[in-house]
């Protein structure tokens, strides 16, 4: 089965670069969530789309700001990288009705080092 | 807000064994998902089990199965038969079914070894 996509999988920038993640949902699937997991810590919620909309924030840095397109994927853009920005990014998707029982499915996630 | 909480940062089972990793959760909601995801060193995120608090019947899914005390927000996790392959960081996750706020929280984690 067709699973979540993300692109690309390590990302090497420097202090104060910009970087873009993508992700593509699993077909059908028209809601997107991002996730930042730190080095030794668990996931922390940063934003949600349903249907191309926002439809929740969490501890997003202003600095990032996130779009889903007409094709349900999803990127999430950083600017003026800092070093505590290294992470693993997942992207997660599901479809349904918001607080519907799907589940959440989680793409391989993408390594961000910031030098 | 709701928090869930992993008691043991780290366990080891010997193979073939069983072994019981815990969770309790804080919440005011009534309806709401629980989760185990799995994450081996590759760090995908993979789920294992999933519980509706709705059901009062436990998740089972091969060797993996919950018992879910709601009263007491206890979500533990039980691994039988425990393989090599069971080696993983383990999240146990929460998800209110509330209309507008369904993000995950995780837990910290739960890392177990399997001992050969």
């Known amino acids: 089965a067709a699973g979540v996509i993300q692109s690309p999988r390590h990302l090497i920038k420097e202090k104060r670069e910009t970087a873009t993640l993508k992700c593509y949902p699993i077909?059908?699937?028209?809601?997107v969530y991002w996730y930042q997991q730190g080095p030794g810590q668990d996931p922390q919620f940063l934003i949600s789309f349903y249907e191309k909309m926002q439809s929740d924030k969490g501890s997003i840095p202003d600095r990032f700001s996130a779009q889903q397109f007409s094709d349900y994927h999803s990127e999430l853009n950083m600017s003026s990288l800092e070093l505590g920005d290294s992470a693993l990014y997942f992207c997660a998707s599901t479809l349904g009705p918001r607080g519907g029982p799907d589940t959440q499915y989680f793409g391989p996630g993408t390594r961000l080092t910031v030098l | 807000a709701q928090t869930v909480t992993q008691s043991q940062p780290e366990m080891s089972v010997q193979e073939a064994e069983t072994v019981t990793l815990s969770c309790t959760y804080d919440?005011?909601?009534?309806?709401?998902?629980l989760f185990w995801y799995k994450q081996p060193p590759s760090r995908q995120m993979i789920l294992v089990i999933r519980?509706?608090?709705?059901?009062?019947q436990n998740a089972t899914e091969n060797r993996f199965s919950v018992n879910f005390q709601k009263a007491a927000k206890s979500f533990s996790l039980k691994i039988s038969d425990s393989q090599l392959g069971d080696a993983a960081m383990y999240f146990c996750a929460y998800r209110s079914a509330a209309n507008r706020d369904d993000k995950i929280i995780f837990g910290k984690g739960t890392r177990l070894h399997i001992l050969p």
């Open positions: 077909p059908r699937h028209d809601t």
């Open positions: 919440t005011s909601e009534s309806d709401y998902y």
């Open positions: 519980q509706e608090a709705y059901k009062q």
